[in-house]
């Protein structure tokens, strides 16, 4: 029998399927746009080093009606979570903010707003709309923290500090705004000991959500150059899950997982080549699990 509270389909962790049918009692798909944002490191010329150039020749019309037809394919009856992932979606003025906020929410069967942004890309001005906007749709801000550990930030050339990110959190809570924070596992020189520990700093802070990425090499990053010349080692797909099965265990149950392992652009990575294959990696953690008879928050002191 699992005994994981938070679930109806026997995952021994809290899934955002789990959670979006408790919230809204139907059918809930994210649908990713690209709205053709920039980055401050990148306008700066020094991006993180394992930032990947993509663009989205499409505009947000041609996305939207792109993926609606693929979800209605799989799901007819859903409504949608708009996604804007790609790079940093609070990184523009606040007219050019509205404009796009607002297109986007006025599709239809649009019932909610996802915004992937950086820390330090929230401006009072900003945070002020995004409580405007909260108290009129389903609004989530998901923040890159990547790791807790600001050695590692400085090496990966993140461009803020725990801090910085401590006050995003802050200020997002403050006007009941949703938080996902983004983390990355296999960071040169961590240690499984400082990667807890970041999960650890995790359940300190009023988050909903959380994903954990491995850490993946693409061609034409500066990450790319750095690993040809240190050579660091990268975690093997048991290591990775044993890994994710341990932050699991001591993270807090009702912390919502929105994903537990990256989609890589295959036509340009390097290494790792195990995380091609997803469903393997999450299978193996369910797996895992299992053959603990553990679960999210077992070891949790929360």
């Known amino acids: 029998m699992n005994p994981f509270l938070y679930t109806f389909d026997n995952k021994r962790y809290h899934t955002l399927n789990y959670y979006y049918k408790n919230k809204y009692k139907r059918k809930v798909a994210k649908l990713t746009l690209d709205a053709h944002f920039s980055c401050p490191n990148k306008d700066q010329g020094q991006p993180c080093i394992y930032c990947h150039e993509s663009f989205n020749p499409l505009s947000l019309d041609e996305q939207y009606h792109e993926q609606v037809k693929i979800v209605k394919n799989k799901w007819p009856d859903a409504v949608y979570i708009a996604y804007l992932g790609y790079s940093t979606n609070t990184y523009s003025d606040l007219k050019t903010l509205r404009k796009i906020y607002e297109l986007v929410l006025s599709k239809e069967n649009v019932m909610g707003l996802t915004i992937g942004t950086r820390p330090d890309c929230l401006s009072n001005e900003i945070i002020k709309y995004l409580k405007e906007l909260n108290e009129k749709t389903n609004l989530t801000v998901e923040l890159g923290l990547q790791t807790i550990h600001d050695k590692t930030l400085k090496l990966i050339k993140r ?25 990355i596992n296999g960071l ?30 693409l061609k034409d990053t500066e990450l790319e150059t750095y690993y040809q010349n240190n050579k660091f080692k990268l975690l093997s797909k048991k290591e990775y899950i044993s890994l994710v099965c341990d932050q699991l265990e001591r993270l807090n149950p009702k912390i919502v997982i929105h994903r537990l392992t990256g989609d890589p652009d295959t036509k340009d990575l390097i290494e790792p080549k195990w995380i091609v294959k997803k469903v393997n990696v999450l299978n193996g953690i369910d797996k895992e699990l299992f053959e603990r008879n553990s679960y999210q928050g077992k070891k949790s002191e929360i």
Do not use: W
């Open 159 to 183: 461009g803020h500090d725990l801090n910085c990110f401590e006050k995003a959190v802050e200020d997002l809570r403050k006007n009941n705004i949703e938080v996902v924070v983004h983390i």
């Open 188 to 217: 040169p020189g961590e240690s499984k000991k400082m990667m807890l520990e970041t999960i650890t700093y995790l359940n300190t802070l009023d988050i909903q959500g959380l994903k954990i990425h491995m850490l993946h090499i």
